[in-house]
């Protein structure tokens, strides 16, 4: 059978239009009755990656997650509302990101991240033991609200990557460290997946991130609301909606290797608007390196080294570096590889850097730039 998507235009954030959306955007998959039973616990979770403001994008919408409680309180369940922000407490994020009034409206509770369990999960490929937030365990269900943003090292975060947000605190940073290439990282990802079990996936597609997301790029209409309880699913056809080629993501990548959901439109039954219509084929993405296996046999050591050369750096902009030090307490490196109280050419250590960009991610004033290495004059994408 062919994974259900569910796909609905929204034109802006008005609370009514939104929880109107929602509901007609779920009620193809059966509503939200056909996820959440009377009496469940349910945590719903959305990107909270850090304290921005509503209008940079970066986090999931108020009215999204405002819907979400409202739908799944009508269903009868008791509605948390979690994440284990990059930056900052969940409580000073979640006032940050205009979600404390949302809270007191609907009686919503936060489930701090702050206690951790181990789960065993033999099937997973990273992590057969994982440590995560103790709250997905004291819940029944999980209904993940991403926003759809690139993503400077995973090309994009949707619906999949936001679960990497069940990891408490500084374990992301260690996970960042132990896994340095895409494809482990993105395996984790799936690890997470498997323990965590989501119900299913709405994402905030009204107003996403272009550029250098998922917290430096710019805001970005595209006007949708996507839903599918097959996470996979809601990532492809979002990458679809933003020209963006599923297989170059390397969560999607993972998922199609692994056989973990749709990754394809032909294995997908999409219901809802016309997504054609709704498309943004110029919305700007991350600058990739093509797979040179596939171009030509270069021996190993010499593609290490172009890829090594081709990856983006970070730099400190002084002009807006407030020296907040949410840099160093983000990177994962053993002294951090990042030195915002350091002359200009000193403060990034190159050969320690790990090309995570986790100080790019978290950063609240966007002081830290991607410079594009040489290579790229050269190497054109």
């Known amino acids: 059978m062919r994974s259900l998507v569910s796909i609905k235009q929204v034109e802006d954030y008005s609370p009514g239009r939104v929880l109107s959306a929602m509901r007609a955007c779920l009620d193809p998959l059966g509503g939200m009755n056909a996820f959440v039973r009377p009496g469940q616990k349910v945590l719903l979770k959305p990107n909270l990656l850090g304290p921005f403001a509503v209008e940079q994008a970066v986090t999931t919408h108020p009215a999204i997650v405002r819907a979400a409680i409202l739908l799944a309180q009508e269903a009868g369940a008791k509605v948390f509302v979690g994440d284990s922000p990059g930056v ?17 409206e609907t009686g919503a509770e936060l489930a701090e991240f702050g206690t951790s369990t181990e789960f065993e999960a033999p099937r997973n490929q990273i992590a057969k033991r994982l440590t995560l937030a103790k709250a997905i365990a004291d819940v ?34 260690h996970w960042h460290f132990r896994l340095q290439r895409k494809e482990w990282l993105a395996a984790l990802i799936l690890d997470i ?72 439109p032909a294995e997908m039954e999409i219901v809802g608007e016309d997504w054609r219509a709704l498309r943004v084929p110029d919305f700007e993405k991350v600058s990739e390196l093509e797979d040179l296996l596939r171009i030509v046999p270069l021996p190993k050591s010499l593609l290490n080294w172009i890829r090594e050369q081709w990856t983006a750096r970070p730099r400190i902009i002084n002009s807006r570096c407030t020296q907040c030090d949410a840099c160093v307490d983000g990177c994962p490196v053993s002294p951090p590889a990042i030195h915002p109280d350091a002359p200009p050419n000193r403060q990034i250590d190159d050969d320690a850097c790990i090309r995570c960009y986790c100080c790019h991610e978290f950063c609240p004033h966007h002081a830290i730039d991607l410079k594009p290495p040489w290579l790229t004059r050269w190497l054109p994408l």
């Open 88 to 104: 900052g407490s969940l409580p000073f994020v979640a006032k940050a990101c205009g979600l404390r009034p949302v809270l007191e």
């Open 193 to 264: 997946h498997r323990v965590a079990r989501p119900a299913l996936a709405i994402m905030d597609a009204i107003v996403g991130m272009e550029g250098k997301g998922p917290s430096g790029g710019r805001p970005r209409f595209v006007g949708a609301m996507l839903a599918s309880p097959d996470l996979a699913a809601a990532d492809t056809l979002a990458c679809l909606l933003i020209g963006l080629e599923p297989r170059s993501v390397p969560v999607l990548e993972a998922a199609r290797n692994q056989g973990l959901g749709a990754t394809s």
């Open 140 to 173: 029944d269900v999980i209904v993940t609200l991403p926003k759809l943003k690139t993503h400077g090292q995973m090309t994009f975060t949707g619906a999949l990557k936001n679960q990497y947000g069940l990891i408490p605190g500084a374990m992301k940073s």
